[in-house]
């Protein structure tokens, strides 16, 4: 009877341990949730990555697109060859009014261009990032000049000293 109770606790050990396994292996495939791009991506990612200016004039190979779940961004291996040599680099490419374009290429870091959502969704989640630095060439707020802050001719006023 007691050979018994140990063999069951083994195996009740061995259920919570699948369970768990199972579980953490789903929330690490929820974490990578990119999707292989359509045939009209590929092609427009891989002509963006062909205009990278490190590209030109060269013999380029781009491979492993990878577009992601959460937002309109996407990763792709980038390999230029020097001779018979090939340089890799990851391009961090930015879907913006319906254009692929090349935000970010490199080694390490170039992920930092996109939302941690958009990292985490394209397995770029291990270079730290300072996300309260980073502002995108696109995402800049565009300026518009209001009546109280810009003089007639165009100008900006100057700026009182509010000490005096």
Request: glycine residues 8%; aromatic residues 8%; proline residues 7%.
């Amino acid at each position: 009877m007691r050979g018994r109770r140990i063999s069951m606790r083994k195996s009740g050990w061995a259920v919570c341990a699948a369970l768990v396994s199972a579980f953490c292996l789903t929330v690490a495939a929820s974490a990578l949730a990119w999707r292989s791009p359509t045939a009209g991506e590929r092609t427009a990612i891989t002509s963006a990555a062909l205009r990278t200016p490190t590209a030109a004039h060269r013999k380029v190979h781009v491979s492993r697109i990878r577009v992601s779940t959460a937002g309109p961004w996407a990763s792709a291996l980038v390999a230029v060859y020097f001779g018979q040599q090939p340089d890799y680099a990851t391009d961090i490419l930015h879907k913006v009014y319906g254009k692929w374009r090349v935000a970010s290429t490199g080694t390490a870091g170039e992920g930092c261009v996109m939302p941690r959502q958009d990292q985490r969704s394209l397995g770029l989640f291990g270079y730290p990032c300072r996300h309260s630095t980073i502002i995108h060439p696109y995402h800049r707020p565009r300026a518009t000049p209001s009546a109280a802050t810009t003089a007639p001719d165009g100008r900006s006023p100057p700026r009182r000293n509010s000490s005096a």
